[in-house]
């Protein structure tokens, strides 16, 4: 791995670990987006997205007819906003499910790690773009506040895209 990427990686893995749920979208068999809360697994990110699902859930239709996903983290309280795409497919290794569990996917798996209907969701994360500002609006108004007087321009954030390919 290149460290450019290595460097990226560290980065949205940085500005998305503490973002419990994330919006996943898909492309519906219809051809509209579906937009749904997910909870990331929560695993060392390394490029690589992780997601528990049902074998009968729409997602599982929708992304064997498109792999195209968007996954989208937002922390309201530290203003980090992160909106990753990349290819998704359906993973059904009982392996891998023990390694992921947790006990909050027992809410949805009432057969813990052996329920025949658990499947995963792995993500290659493609791209990603990020706005990272200050962290509450207190500090955002902080940050205003300072500009005027040192007379220099607010830093209202940091805006960027990552290529990951």
């Given at each position: 791995?290149?460290?450019?990427?290595?460097?990226?990686?560290?980065?949205?893995?940085?500005?998305?670990?503490?973002?419990?749920?994330?919006?996943?979208?898909t492309?519906?068999?219809?051809?509209?987006?579906?937009?749904?809360?997910?909870?990331?697994?929560?695993?060392?990110?390394?490029?690589?997205?992780w997601?528990?699902?049902?074998?009968?859930?729409?997602?599982?239709?929708?992304?064997?007819?498109?792999?195209?996903?968007?996954?989208?983290?937002?922390?309201?309280?530290?203003?980090?906003?992160?909106?990753?795409?990349?290819?998704?497919?359906?993973?059904?290794?009982?392996?891998?499910?023990?390694?992921?569990?947790?006990?909050?996917?027992?809410?949805?798996?009432?057969?813990?790690?052996?329920?025949?209907?658990?499947?995963?969701?792995?993500?290659?994360?493609?791209?990603?773009?990020?706005?990272?500002?200050?962290?509450?609006?207190?500090?955002?108004?902080?940050s205003?506040?300072?500009?005027?007087?040192?007379?220099?321009?607010?830093?209202?954030?940091?805006?960027?895209?990552?290529?990951?390919?």
């Open positions: 791995m290149d460290e450019s990427r290595t460097e990226h990686i560290a980065q949205l893995a940085e500005l998305i670990k503490d973002v419990e749920v994330a919006m996943f979208t492309r519906g068999v219809d051809g509209r987006l579906y937009s749904r809360p997910l909870g990331t697994q929560q695993v060392a990110f390394d490029g690589d997205l997601f528990a699902t049902a074998a009968d859930s729409p997602k599982v239709a929708e992304i064997a007819l498109d792999p195209r996903v968007n996954v989208a983290y937002a922390s309201p309280s530290k203003n980090t906003y992160v909106s990753v795409a990349g290819v998704a497919r359906i993973i059904d290794d009982r392996a891998k499910v023990e390694e992921l569990w947790s006990p909050a996917m027992k809410l949805f798996f009432p057969g813990g790690p052996d329920d025949p209907s658990l499947r995963l969701i792995h993500v290659r994360a493609e791209t990603a773009e990020y706005w990272d500002g200050p962290g509450t609006l207190l500090g955002s108004a902080l205003f506040v300072l500009s005027a007087v040192q007379d220099e321009p607010a830093r209202l954030g940091d805006n960027g895209f990552i290529d990951l390919r």
